[in-house]
């Protein structure tokens, strides 16, 4: 029995060690949508696209809380760039805003990375900005502006503001615990292994326990009693 819980309990460890992002409950899809034209589409975390996507908007503390004075986005469209974990729940979320005009390609991100907690995020210029256009091309999001679409949420001014300058909101709590016993649900296998190490433990220290003295009060030497003759 000891052999085959310390089997288990190594086969738990080089699985855990060894799992990818995805299988560990790290990101897994990305789905892409434009508010304007009406279109949408999605990317595994297997998918070229999807990598390339990650790479050219570029890493999500980066930039500064607040929009930059030289982004003018009058001229540019909105596409939500939404990270899944899980393929269900939101981690990051990247609005960008491609502009459009004669003057070289630019292209705006405002990235907030501590989603559901927050929306908080922060403002970069892209710095591959044809190639990312280009990508979006190829996802099929830029198409002709439709009638029937809208202009996509702009990151409000509280949303442009670090984690710390935002005040605490009775309401936001409230999700936040929900959010957090959800998850906890989902990662109970993770303490399968440090159960498995602590039956291993238990099994060798089974045959040690009767010759230990912890909880046992010390007996005296000598004899216990004493006959004497009447």
Known sequence: MAALVGALAVTLALMVWGASGASAGGPTSVLVTSPASGEATA?????????????????????????PPEADLTRARQINVTWLAHDISPWRLDRVFPVHGSGPPTVWIHTAANMPDSTNGYWHRAEHASQLRALLIDLGVMGEISGEGYQGIFPAPWQSQTPAETPPDETTTTVRVGVAEATDDTDWWWALPGAAAGAVLALALRPLAPRLPWGRPRRERGPRQELRDL
């Open 43 to 67: 990317r595994y975390h297997s998918d070229k696209e999807y990598r390339e996507l990650e790479r050219l908007l570029g890493p999500a503390n980066s930039g500064t809380p607040d929009k």
